[in-house]
Nanobody
Framework: QVQLVESGGGLVQPGGSLRLSCAAS????????VSWYRQAPGKERELVAA????????NYVDSVKGRFTLSRDNAKNTMYLQMNSLKPEDTAVYYC??????????????WGQGTQVTVSS
C-alpha cells in the first residue's frame, strides 16, 4: 500500500523557517514526479515546488523563489521542503504529491494527508 506522510509543519513567526518532510512507502520515489502543493483557507490548491524532467530540474512558484528549497533523498524515499523567510501568506496546508504515468495502469497519483503551516506573530 502506498503512503505519503508529511511532517514538519507548525506555527512559526514571520521570518522564521520550517523544514517539511514527505516520507514515501510502497513505491520507489525516484521513479515518480514529486511535488509540494499547498492550500490556504478559501483558496485553490497550488503547486509550490516540483521536480520535473525526471528530477533533473526544479520549478518553484514565483512567490516562494529564493525562500524555499526542494530536495530529495532517494535512498530514504523522502522529499524535503526547506522554507525560509516565511510570510503570513505562506500559511496553508502543505501536501506531498507523487505521480507516475504508466502504460499498463495509466496515471498513478498519490497524495499525503497534509501538514499545517501557520505563519503568525
Amino acid at each position: 500500500q502506498v503512503q505519503l506522510v508529511e511532517s514538519g509543519g507548525g506555527l512559526v513567526q514571520p521570518g522564521g523557517s520550517l523544514r517539511l518532510s514527505c516520507a514515501a512507502s510502497g513505491l520507489i520515489f525516484s521513479r515518480y514526479t514529486v511535488s509540494w502543493y499547498r492550500q490556504a483557507p478559501g483558496k485553490e490548491r497550488e503547486l509550490v515546488a516540483a521536480y520535473t524532467n525526471g528530477g533533473g530540474r526544479i520549478n518553484y512558484v514565483d512567490s516562494v523563489k529564493g525562500r524555499f528549497t526542494l530536495s530529495r533523498d532517494n535512498a530514504k524515499n523522502t522529499m524535503y521542503l526547506q522554507m525560509n523567510s516565511l510570510k503570513p501568506e505562506d500559511t496553508a496546508v502543505y501536501y506531498c504529491n507523487a505521480v507516475l504515468y504508466t502504460i499498463v495502469s495509466g496515471k498513478l497519483d498519490y497524495w499525503g494527508q497534509g501538514t499545517q503551516v501557520t505563519v503568525s506573530s
